[in-house]
C-alpha cells in the first residue's frame, strides 16, 4: 500500500517535472489547452453561479446598507430637530436676556439679576424660588420684577436661594393705581391664581376696560408705576364700599425664567423704564 | 461518495479561481482546494491523497494560468504526507486542526516557492512569506477547522436520521 502510494507519488512529480520543463522550454501550450478544454466550461459556470449569489447578497447588502442609511438619518434628523430646539431656546433666552438687561441699565435702581429655579403653583401657596440668597444681600420684602412687570416680593431668604410671593399668591396685595385715571387702589391675589383690583366705589367711575394698573409706590415697599396688569372685568357692585376688577398679569409667572430684584436705591417712579406700558 | 469526491476533487480546483475572491478578507482568499485536499487524504490515505492533490493543484494551475505542475506537485506531496502521518495526530480537536492547516500551509508554500526557484521565479521570499503564505495560512487554519465541524456536524445528524 505505502509503496504504491510512494510509486504513484514519484510518478505524480515525473509528471510535474516533466510539465515544468517544457513549459520552460516552451512547448506546453497542447497541455494547458487540454486541461482548459476541463475547466474552462466549469469556470463559466462557477463564475455565473457565483455572479448570481454575489447579487443576491449583494441585493440583501444594499437593503442592510439602505436600512442603515434610514436609521441613521432617522437619527441625524431627530439629532438636527433636539438642536433646531436648542437653537430656539437659547434664541428666545438670549431675547430674554437682553430684554431684561435692557430693564436692568434704564432702572435708576441697583439691581441684580436671578435665575428661577423653582415653582410652587398649588392654589394655598404660589411662589418663585430664585437662585439668589442671603450670600447675595438679598433680604426679605426685596421687590422682584420682571420687564414686563412686576412679580411679587422677597417673603423668604436662605442661604442661595430666596422665595418669592407671586402678585397672584392668595396672601399677596400691593397699593396701585390705574395709569390712566389715577383710581387708587389694592391689587390682591385670588386663590385661583388671579387677580383683582379694588378700590373705593366713588373713585371708580372712570376704570375701562384694558386700563393699565401700576404699582403706586406708596408703603416704600415698591418704586411706583411698576406695570402690574390690565383691566380684564369690571365689577361694579352699586352702593358697596368698595368695588373689584379683575386684573390679567402684565407678566405670565408660569413662564418666566429670569428676575430682576430690586436691591436698594431711592424709591421713585419707575414707570419710564418699562416702555409701552400704560 | 465518488461523485462527491470527484466533485470536491475538481470542484476545489476550478472553483479556487472562481469563487475563491467571493471569500476575500483583506485582500487574503483562502486555498479552498488544499483544504480539500487535506480533508480527503485524513479519510482516505496517502495514495488518494496524493492523487486528489495532483488533480486539484493541476487544475487549479490551469484556472489561475500559472505554471502547469507547481501546485499539482506541492499539493500531491501535502496530500500523501497528511495520508501518511493522518493516523497519527488527532485531527477531531480544532486546537490541532488550525494550527496544524497553518503549519501544512506555510509547508505548501515554501514548497512551492522552492520549486519556483528553480524556474527562476521573482517574488523576494519575505514579502511573500508576509503577505501571500502566511496571511493566507492563517486563513486557511480557521476556514478548514470550520469545515471539520460542518462536516462532524453533518455526519453526527446523518447517524441520527433513521
Not at chain 1, 455565473?48 to 442603515?68: F, H, P, S
Request: glycine content about 12%.
Amino acid at each position: 500500500m505505502r509503496i504504491r502510494a510512494l510509486a504513484l507519488l514519484g510518478i505524480i512529480a515525473g509528471v510535474c517535472l516533466v510539465l515544468l520543463t517544457l513549459q520552460m522550454r516552451g512547448r506546453a501550450g497542447l497541455a494547458s489547452e487540454a486541461l482548459a478544454v476541463v475547466t474552462t466550461p466549469v469556470q463559466t459556470v462557477l463564475a455565473r453561479i457565483n455572479r448570481a449569489t454575489l447579487g443576491v447578497w449583494g441585493t440583501y447588502r444594499d437593503w442592510k446598507n439602505v436600512r442603515a442609511d434610514n436609521r441613521r438619518l432617522r437619527d441625524e434628523a431627530q439629532r438636527l430637530r433636539v438642536e433646531a430646539l436648542r437653537v430656539t431656546e437659547t434664541d428666545a433666552e438670549n431675547q430674554r436676556l437682553r430684554r431684561l438687561l435692557a430693564l436692568k441699565e434704564s432702572l435708576p435702581l441697583e439691581t441684580m439679576a436671578g435665575e428661577i429655579i423653582a415653582r410652587e403653583w398649588g392654589g394655598w401657596v404660589r411662589s418663585l424660588t430664585v437662585n439668589r440668597g442671603r450670600g447675595d444681600s438679598v433680604v426679605r420684602l426685596t421687590a422682584v420684577i420682571a420687564p414686563e412687570g412686576l412679580v411679587g416680593r422677597i417673603i423668604d431668604v436662605r442661604a442661595g436661594s430666596s422665595i418669592v410671593q407671586v402678585l397672584t399668591d392668595p396672601a399677596s396685595n400691593v397699593g396701585a393705581h390705574v395709569v390712566r385715571s389715577r383710581t387708587p387702589g389694592i391689587v390682591e391675589g385670588e386663590p385661583r391664581g388671579t387677580l383683582r383690583f379694588k378700590y373705593m366705589a366713588r373713585d371708580g367711575g372712570g376704570l375701562r376696560v384694558g386700563d393699565m394698573v401700576v404699582t403706586s409706590g406708596l408703603g416704600g415697599l415698591f418704586p411706583g408705576g411698576i406695570p402690574i396688569g390690565r383691566i380684564r372685568t369690571i365689577d361694579d357692585r352699586g352702593a358697596a364700599l368698595f368695588s373689584y376688577a379683575q386684573v390679567t398679569p402684565a407678566v405670565d409667572f408660569a413662564r418666566i425664567d429670569e428676575v430682576l430684584l430690586l436691591m436698594g436705591g431711592a424709591v421713585r417712579d419707575v414707570a419710564a423704564s418699562f416702555k409701552g406700558d400704560g | 461518495m465518488r461523485t462527491f469526491l470527484a466533485i470536491a476533487v475538481l470542484g476545489g480546483g476550478v472553483a479556487h479561481a472562481t469563487v475563491g475572491s467571493a471569500l476575500r478578507i483583506a485582500d487574503v482568499a483562502p486555498d479552498i482546494p488544499l483544504i480539500v485536499v487535506v480533508l480527503l487524504a485524513l479519510r482516505r490515505g496517502p495514495e488518494f491523497g496524493c492523487g486528489a492533490g495532483f488533480v486539484a493543484g493541476l487544475l487549479q494551475d490551469a484556472a489561475t494560468g500559472g505554471l502547469l505542475g507547481v501546485q499539482a506537485l506541492t499539493k500531491a506531496v501535502v496530500g500523501f504526507a497528511i495520508g501518511m502521518i493522518g493516523g497519527r495526530l488527532r485531527v477531531s480537536q480544532p486546537l490541532v486542526q488550525i494550527p496544524g492547516l497553518v503549519l501544512l500551509s506555510v509547508l505548501e508554500g515554501l514548497a512551492r516557492f522552492g520549486l519556483l526557484q528553480l524556474f527562476h521565479f521573482p517574488a523576494p521570499f519575505g514579502e511573500l512569506m508576509t503577505y501571500v503564505v502566511l496571511p493566507q495560512a492563517l486563513y486557511n487554519g480557521f476556514l478548514g477547522a470550520a469545515l471539520v465541524l460542518a462536516l462532524a456536524w453533518a455526519e453526527t445528524v446523518k447517524g441520527r436520521t433513521p
